[in-house]
């Protein structure tokens, strides 16, 4: 079982892959990566985003951006 803190390391590195190239961040994600990413709540998804986005990747990204992605991974999972 993995530590909630090597849990979120593994989302963020996630969501900079996604940031930086959507398509083909979800086309060739593992089960693993999409287990972990879709056990996490709306709320904790728009915040991680956010998070990644600013302080790993140096971008500030809009609120709108930041909610399409979150829909973009909220349909993902239902998939």
Known sequence: MESNFYRT????NFLAKMIADKEGTLS????MDKT?????SDD???SLIESTAEFIL???LERD????LTRDI???CNS
Do not use: D
């Not at 060739?28 to 089960?31: C, D, L, Q, V, Y």
């Open 65 to 68: 951006s930041i909610e399409k």
């Open 36 to 40: 972990r990413v879709c056990s996490s």
């Open 9 to 12: 390391a593994l989302i963020r």
């Open 74 to 76: 909220r349909s993902w």
């Open 28 to 31: 060739h994600a593992s089960e």
């Open 58 to 60: 140096g971008q500030s």
């Open 44 to 46: 904790e998804i728009r």
